[in-house]
């Protein structure tokens, strides 16, 4: 595809020269001698601004002979001059024809048939797109159901195994209740087992008594038989 062929400004008058004698010294080195433009209303100290003066007068790059043209104006007159070179506004459609603005009346005439088959071609072309677009839609939508399908059957089974944890859940409170129990009735029988051990302690005691009081009838009736004997 050709490219936009511009030209670059010429400028008609002829920039004004340096200052010509000796150079400044000491304080005049510093003093610059101010003009005002004769284009615009600035007021200007070294000739460079005229190399910039928006309202410096220019002739048109294409050389059309557009009068009355200064610098800032050149942007908005390629936008009309009819030696501005300029695609063909069927490029978008493949024409890469570029011709001056004057010539391309003549060229949109001429070439409606070949424009009217580019116009065509780059439709089908875009319906061939667009269809491919559409099967592309139409698998990435097969694929987001069977995602979907999935992300549904994971969920099942994250209930399944909520369901199993609660369970499991039920099933060891029950083991902590039976624990608890059976750490009750161990205490229970260790309470128990104690009273039998004190009950047990007190019947040896009562045996050390009631053997303590046997021996001492004994010696009563060991001394009442020794007396009966010296008596007779």
Do not use: W
């Not at 159901?145 to 969920?155: A, G, H, K, N, Y």
């Not at 099933?171 to 009750?184: C, I, N, P, V, Y």
């Amino acid at each position: 595809m050709q490219s936009l062929m511009y030209c670059t400004v010429s400028e008609t008058p002829s920039s004004p020269s340096a200052p010509t004698g000796p150079g400044p010294t000491g304080r005049l080195r510093q003093e610059v001698e101010e003009e005002k433009c004769k284009y615009c209303p600035l007021v200007f100290t070294h000739e460079h601004h005229l190399k910039l003066c928006p309202s410096y007068p220019v002739e048109c790059p294409n050389e059309c002979g557009a009068r009355g043209l200064t610098r800032s104006k050149i942007t908005a007159h390629r936008e009309v001059c009819l030696l501005q070179c300029v695609e063909c506004e069927y490029n978008r459609f493949g024409c890469a024809i570029v011709l001056p603005r004057k010539d391309m009346a003549e060229h949109l005439k001429g070439s409606v048939e070949s424009h009217l088959q580019m116009t065509k071609r780059r439709v089908e072309e875009q319906e061939v797109h667009l269809q491919e677009q559409k099967v592309c839609l139409q698998e990435q939508e097969v694929h987001l159901q069977e995602q979907d399908v999935r992300l549904q059957e994971q969920e099942v089974r994250i209930q399944e195994q909520e369901v199993r944890f609660q369970e499991q859940e039920v099933r060891l409170q029950e083991q902590g209740m039976r624990f608890q129990k059976e750490k009750d009735e161990r205490q229970l029988l260790e309470v128990r087992l104690n009273d039998v051990k004190k009950l047990e302690s007190e019947r040896q005691e009562e045996k050390s008594k009631h053997q303590q009081m046997e021996a001492r009838l004994l010696e009563v009736v060991d001394t009442l038989n020794y007396l009966k004997a010296r008596l007779n």
